[in-house]
């Protein structure tokens, strides 16, 4: 089983009410990183604190959840607690300009998926995921948003990133403290 394969099963075993789209937003998170590259880093920023304001804090909370080829999600519930907005966006906005993939390797996951999601634990239906693939297709693959259901049943906050970015700022920042 590839990676990719291996975390749509822990995933599915995490968040049972995903849907095909989910899936698809998971995959091409797995493969691209984070959506696009930033332009604005004040705006990302600004949606963070936003986004910090409104999620509340959880000390028992994963720190990330991971996503496979070197991304995770961080959760924003956990960072919040232990990281500046300022810290995160940075690493976020690092992810997202310096993320890479391919077309040819994110079209072979979406097969792969399709072939097998019910190996992995999802429950949705066959006719559910190709309506969905349909309508995704005749789009032309682009980047999703979570589904409805996703978000009444999750409320996801996070954001996308190379995993252990916070290790290596916590490491530097250790570095810098006791250089002093």
């Given at each position: ?12 075993a ?25 332009e ?22 994963e ?7 070197g991304?995770c999600r ?90 252990n ?8 920042k250790?570095?810098k403290?006791?250089?002093?």
């Open positions: 089983m590839e990676e990719f394969e291996l975390i749509l099963k822990d995933h599915a995490r968040y049972p009410l995903m849907t095909p789209q989910d899936c698809v937003k998971l995959l091409f998170q797995n493969e691209f990183g984070p959506e696009h590259a930033i604005n880093t004040g705006a990302s920023l600004l949606r963070l604190m936003d986004e910090y304001e409104e999620t509340e804090a959880d000390e028992n909370a720190l990330f959840v991971p996503i496979g080829n991304f961080l959760q924003i519930a956990k960072a919040k607690l232990l990281y500046s907005a300022e810290e995160v966006n940075e690493w976020f906005v690092t992810s997202a300009n310096s993320s890479r993939g391919s077309r040819a390797d994110y079209m072979h996951k979406l097969k792969v998926f399709m072939k097998n999601y019910k190996e992995y634990g999802f429950t949705f239906s066959e006719d559910e995921l190709t309506e969905f693939m349909a309508k995704y297709r005749s789009q032309a693959y682009p980047p999703v948003h979570h589904s409805d259901v996703y978000h009444a049943a999750y409320h996801p906050h996070y954001r996308v990133m190379y995993m970015r916070w290790e290596l700022h916590d490491a530097e250790y570095l403290d006791i250089a002093e």
